[in-house]
């Protein structure tokens, strides 16, 4: 695949477009057992001591980290990803005027459509309170912000419904007059957790949905090593000094194939996993030459081997408490205790306990609307739903 200037931005295609990152047979069958056996021993956070393979290094501090990696941008460089949705939106407006977004979590989609509505001033709709949804005579307003001329933007279905006998009637009303086209134009974004949900529930819903493209692992080394523009860093393996990624593309890297198919090819998953793997040296500063003698002043941090990586695993033993919670997190979005009461239907104490286990396994963490999964820890919870016989997302 070839990476552009806008390449850190996600690709749209159409569903059936969509594919994984490439993996082998090897990887896949690897990945199966280290699940099986992460959840018969004890995870990282219950041992006592580290292994010392590898790890003589210092993981990077905060300010490292804001440096060699600094939280995604998705408001720079919008140009492709503006430009792939109005050619969907071109394609399907006489007969659908409202564009169906549908994305995994950690895809960046919200966020990047969410700076495409600031910069050409469409309508934001917000998400209606939470006790409202089980009101309809309290909506009134909330449907009011559908009015006018100018396109709107619906950020995330999940913030507008829960999974209670009174509120799923919202949406229901919500993907009727849009796909009938009294809404006017618009745009509906939905993670793929969500759109599986409602498309179960409403199988008449038959609409073309454009969604996000995976990171293969060329595209991902592009992207993380061009979050920051500062610098033009280059990552080697702290075993062999071999090249991991470069901004120049240079390389061919088994470190960003294997973080390809873990994150799924989600850039936000692989940048958080991306970040458990740097580390620090004292030649961080050191100029290195080129196999042609040349001198290259592009900076250096290191990255410990695929196999020394501690990745989030699920807590041992089983717990149907743990797999009702992260399924309700995923479907809305992130949601906060009182709401996963009626949700999940579990007792306060259930979920104050399966939350305290989750987040010490690094599987959840806080979120503006009270709890979600985390970034790191997001491919071992949607393999453990998947194990649970959750229906999990197509993606």
């Not at 290195?288 to 410990?304: F, I, L, P, Q």
């Not at 010490?360 to 998947?386: D, K």
């Amino acid at each position: 695949m070839g990476v552009d200037s806008d390449s850190g931005h996600p690709q749209l295609v159409a569903r059936d477009q969509w594919a994984l990152p490439t993996t082998s047979v090897h990887r896949t069958l690897r990945d199966a057992l280290a699940d099986v056996f992460a959840r018969v021993r004890a995870p990282d956070w219950l041992q006592d001591e580290r292994d010392a393979d590898g790890e003589s290094l210092q993981p990077l501090s905060d300010q490292q980290l804001a440096r060699w990696a600094p939280a995604p941008d998705w408001r720079r460089g919008l140009a492709g990803f503006a430009d792939g949705l109005d050619q969907w939106r071109n394609r399907w407006r006489d007969s659908q005027p409202v564009t169906f977004l549908v994305a995994p979590p950690f895809s960046g989609v919200t966020q990047a459509l969410e700076a495409l509505a600031e910069d050409r001033q469409w309508r934001l709709i917000q998400p209606p309170p939470g006790g409202s949804i089980h009101r309809g005579e309290d909506l009134q307003a909330w449907w009011a912000q559908f009015e006018g001329d100018e396109p709107w933007v619906l950020p995330e279905l999940g913030h507008c419904w829960l999974r209670t006998p009174g509120g799923l009637a919202l949406v229901r009303r919500l993907l009727g007059a849009a796909t009938e086209g009294s809404l006017g134009p618009g745009i509906v974004a939905a993670s793929s957790w969500c759109w599986t949900f409602w498309n179960h529930l409403m199988p008449e819903l038959r609409v073309p949905v454009v969604t996000a493209q995976a990171f293969d692992s060329e595209r991902l080394g592009q992207w993380l090593t061009t979050l920051e523009n500062d610098t033009r860093p280059r990552f080697h393996l702290t075993t062999d000094d071999s090249l991991v990624a470069a901004p120049d593309g240079e390389g061919e890297s088994g470190f960003l194939r294997d973080l390809a198919a873990w994150s799924r090819g989600l850039p936000e998953v692989a940048w958080a996993v991306w970040r458990r793997a740097l580390r620090a040296r004292p030649e961080d500063k050191a100029e290195t030459a080129d196999a042609n003698g040349a001198t290259d002043n592009g900076e250096r941090c290191w990255v410990v081997p695929w196999s020394q990586l501690t990745l989030p695993a699920l807590p041992p033993g089983e717990s149907r408490p743990l797999a009702f919670v992260l399924h309700a997190l995923l479907l809305h979005q992130g949601l906060d205790e009182s709401t996963l009461q009626p949700v999940t239907g579990l007792g306060d104490d259930d979920i104050q306990l399966a939350l305290h286990s989750l987040r010490r396994a690094e599987l959840v963490e806080p979120h503006p609307r009270g709890w979600f999964v985390s970034a790191g820890g997001y491919p071992a919870v949607r393999r453990y739903l998947q194990s649970e016989g959750f229906a999990v997302d197509g993606f």
